[in-house]
C-alpha cells in the first residue's frame, strides 16, 4: 500500500471550496465502506487555498479509498485537465480530521 500523501492540486479555474465538498462526498461515501467511527479514527487531509492544493493522508485503507472516490468525483465533475495527483512522502503536518 503507499504509504504518503496524495496531493491534489487544481487549476485556478477550480473553487477549492467546490473540491472540498467534493471531498466531503468521498469521505461520505467511504463511511459506507467503512462505518462512520473507523472513517473518524483514519482518516486526515489538510488544505491549503492559497496554493489550490487539498493534501489527502494515504496511509492508511480509508485514506486511500477516499482518495480513489474523490479522484473519480473529480473527474466527473471538474474533468481531467482541472486537476493533478501528485504522490508526496508521509508527513505528520495534516491536520483535519473527520469528526465521529
Same mark, same amino acid.
Given at each position: &500500500? ?8 487544481? +487549476?485556478?479555474?477550480? !473553487?477549492? @471550496? #467546490? ?6 462526498? =468521498?469521505?461520505? =461515501?467511504? #463511511?459506507?465502506?467503512?462505518?462512520? !467511527?473507523?472513517?473518524? &479514527? @483514519? ?5 491549503? !487555498?492559497? +496554493?489550490?492544493?487539498? +493534501?489527502? +493522508?494515504?496511509?492508511? #485503507?480509508?485514506?486511500?479509498?477516499? =482518495?480513489?472516490?474523490? =479522484?473519480?468525483?473529480?473527474?466527473? @465533475?471538474?474533468? @481531467? ?7 508526496? !512522502? ?6 483535519? #480530521?473527520?469528526?465521529?
Amino acid at each position: &500500500m503507499f504509504a504518503g500523501v496524495f496531493r491534489f492540486s487544481f +487549476d485556478e479555474d477550480v !473553487p477549492i @471550496e #467546490e473540491a472540498e465538498l467534493t471531498l466531503h462526498l =468521498a469521505i461520505f =461515501a467511504a #463511511e459506507g465502506l467503512f462505518g462512520k !467511527p473507523r472513517v473518524a &479514527m @483514519e482518516f486526515r487531509y489538510e488544505i491549503q !487555498p492559497f +496554493d489550490n492544493h487539498i +493534501d489527502v +493522508d494515504g496511509e492508511t #485503507e480509508v485514506g486511500v479509498a477516499v =482518495a480513489r472516490i474523490f =479522484a473519480g468525483l473529480l473527474l466527473r @465533475e471538474f474533468g @481531467e485537465t482541472a486537476f493533478r495527483i501528485t504522490n508526496l !512522502p508521509s508527513h505528520e503536518s495534516l491536520h483535519h #480530521e473527520v469528526a465521529a
